[in-house]
């Protein structure tokens, strides 16, 4: 009787000793599991009507194949990859909206024959899924996505329109102190893509950049027949201060040309000759027409919140609901 007393004892311990670590540790994995696995299939999907699901049909590039996601958990991968996921919450909301409003514009032009309706680049929008998200952030993971889902979850079916339009949304890093009206740089005047002040970028790492090339370099890049110097004339610039054409070498060329050709960040450069080298200092890094990121970060660290920045930014607008503007719109 006193061996068996002793042996229930004993297992009376053992149990109320492991009791607690079998109940903790699966459900601890499981959270785990369940917070990396399914996190993005977490937030409900976007409904068109009668219960639809909006699904995006990614063309992954480097493997050449499509992947299928819904809209929302599209919309936070976007935003994972395209921004800082340390910026300001209220920045990171203005770049799910952005996010989001792009990709319904294009929904609603998509042709019916097309397979995809969005590449993974820029593009369209750099897109990374759960599992490449996980690689780069590693034990950053969770802190990150968790602030990424939020800023989407908290702006869910939030789009950007314009005339009860979705907007043809651009955005970019940094700007000079001014974003660049549209038709300064591609060709068309869209009334909401204006040039405004973003004086905040100046604290961005990525405002001021120089780039040395060799004189022949420069010819080879640019096509201008090989000279013993490089001759720059005739400087034009944008509102913004941006370069908007000059003369190489007696050669017109648009400060976009001269930026995309050389693979400068900015098209706001001045040119120093240095011997046979060339110096470009660029301000800025992007395109320059939209929403500026690190603006957006330097007025969400003073106070503003999405819809002041998007508003500032794309002038003009409203910031309406998916749903709302569905209701009187065929499906996408």
């Not at 995006?56 to 919309?75: A, F, H």
């Not at 005047?189 to 990525?206: G, N, T």
């Not at 096509?223 to 070498?249: A, F, H, P, W």
């Not at 800025?284 to 919140?305: D, L, R, T």
């Amino acid at each position: 009787m006193k061996k068996q007393s002793i042996l229930f004892i004993s297992i009376l311990l053992v149990t109320i000793t492991l009791l607690p670590a079998l109940i903790v540790m699966p459900f601890e994995e499981n959270a785990e599991d369940l917070a990396m696995d399914g996190r993005i299939a977490q937030g409900a999907p976007s409904e068109i009507s009668e219960g639809e699901e909006t699904v995006i049909t990614v063309y992954r590039d480097q493997l050449g194949t499509t992947e299928e996601v819904p809209l929302e958990d599209y919309v936070v991968s976007v935003v994972a990859a395209e921004i800082p996921a340390d910026f300001e919450m209220e920045a990171l909301k203005a770049q799910a909206l952005a996010a989001r409003t792009y990709i319904v514009q294009k929904l609603q032009k998509k042709q019916g024959d097309q397979e995809y309706d969005v590449t993974d680049t820029v593009e369209h929008q750099v897109y990374k899924n759960f599992d490449e998200l996980r690689d780069i952030w590693g034990v950053e993971f969770t802190r990150k996505f968790d602030r990424i889902q939020q800023a989407v979850k908290e702006t869910e079916g939030e789009i950007i329109t314009y005339e009860d339009q979705p907007i043809q949304v651009a955005f970019f890093s940094t700007s000079n102190g001014f974003t660049e009206n549209a038709e300064d740089y591609w060709t068309n005047e869209i009334p909401y893509l204006k040039s405004v002040a973003s004086p905040w970028d100046e604290q961005s790492p990525k405002f001021k950049e120089q780039q040395v090339f060799s004189n022949q370099e420069v010819f080879n890049r640019l096509g201008i027949e090989t000279s013993l110097e490089l001759r720059v004339e005739n400087v034009v610039r944008t509102k913004s201060e941006r370069i908007d054409k000059l003369q190489l070498n007696g050669v017109e060329f648009s400060g976009r040309e001269i930026r995309e050709k050389l693979g400068l960040r900015s098209n706001d450069f001045e040119i120093e000759r240095k011997g046979d080298h060339v110096i470009f200092t660029t301000r800025g890094y992007g395109h320059g027409v939209g929403m500026s990121q690190y603006g957006a970060n330097g007025m969400a660290s003073e106070g503003k919140n999405y819809e002041y920045i998007l508003k500032h930014y794309y002038q003009g607008v409203e910031i309406n609901s998916l749903e709302e503007f569905l209701t009187n719109k065929d499906k996408i």
